[in-house]
């Protein structure tokens, strides 16, 4: 079955979409996006991933594609269109088509492409069973905190993890654990402390993230934010990743080492469920 996307102001079926050879994404991953996830046919979370688009627009100072207002009636307009009732809502924003040149171009308009995708994310079976991770050197710009499309640093980690034989891969510098090639990385201690890494330019600010830990605040849950070593994960009692397309995903395994009994549990199925009844509650 053929998708409506959207491309440049019109609604058009997926095998009409058409964008420049010229445009910047395509020649320089010139552009910034968005994911936000889809349940029972509302969008979660929405308000915040607007928010962090705004940041990397005005980070890259980008050209606007349209007002919030807009975008949220895309999002909708392609909710409907396609008859999406669990999955995401992709959005790009690019610095438009021009003649090839590294510089910004002078009146270049923004390039908006929207588009969704069917998911099950409630019923995942790796919600259920928890993942396996490798980890692997962060080889990534120092912006990490903007949300660009270019992704080759974590193309190139997920498939290392794929030819592994696991579901992803936990990038590391100095060291330390940075994230997950697309999602954020936590770990609970003996002592049942959750961790994760603070906010910085070294990992972008997972929305899904920012609600799990207000959750954990309110249900008063001891947490620090702060670089926590490869060594500490392999020794931590529990771990786990979020994201807009995963919610709370267990990790049960990394680099062949089992993470406390090597099943989910017991914090991470919890934050899982408490994330999505308070985010649709939301929506
Ligand atoms: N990825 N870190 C990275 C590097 C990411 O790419 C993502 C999201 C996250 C989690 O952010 P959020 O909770 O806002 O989704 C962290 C999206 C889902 C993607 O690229 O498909």
Redesign the pocket.
């Known amino acids: 079955m053929s998708r409506i996307v959207y491309v440049n102001g019109e609604f058009v079926a997926e095998e009409n979409a058409v964008i420049s050879v010229f445009d910047r994404g395509f020649l320089f991953a010139d552009g910034v ?1 968005e ?1 936000s996830s889809v349940l029972e046919g509302k969008l979660i979370d929405n308000a915040a ?1 607007l928010k ?1 688009l705004r940041r990397s627009i005005s980070e890259l100072q980008l050209p606007s594609p349209a007002t919030d207002g807009e975008i949220i009636n895309i999002q909708r307009e392609l909710i409907k269109r396609n008859n999406l009732q669990e999955g995401m809502i992709y959005l790009q924003v690019t610095r438009g088509a021009a003649d090839r040149d590294f510089a910004f171009p002078a009146n270049a308009s923004a390039g908006l492409v929207l588009f969704s995708q069917e998911k099950n994310i409630i019923n995942a079976p790796q919600a259920k069973r928890g993942i396996s991770v490798i980890s692997v050197p962060d080889i990534r710009w120092k912006r ?1 905190d903007i ?1 660009t499309v270019g ?1 080759l640093a ?1 193309v190139l980690a997920k498939q290392a993890a794929v030819d592994a034989g696991v579901a992803d891969a936990w990038m590391v510098e100095d060291g330390l654990v940075t ?6 990385a936590f770990i609970v201690d003996a002592n049942g402390k959750l961790i994760t890494r603070h906010l910085g330019n070294e ?2 600010h ?4 920012a609600s799990v830990l207000e959750l954990v605040e309110k249900e008063q849950i001891e947490f620090e934010e702060r670089a926590f070593t490869l060594d500490e994960a392999k020794n931590a009692s529990e771990a786990f990743i ?4 995963t919610f709370v995903w267990p990790v049960v395994q990394i680099d062949n080492v089992k993470i406390g009994a090597g099943v989910p549990g017991p914090l991470a199925p919890k934050l899982r469920e408490f994330y999505i009844k308070n985010s649709l509650a939301r929506a």
């Open positions: 996006y994911v991933h962090r990490r949300k992704l974590q994230e997950g090639s697309s999602n954020n990992i972008l997972g929305i899904t993230r979020t994201s807009a397309s």
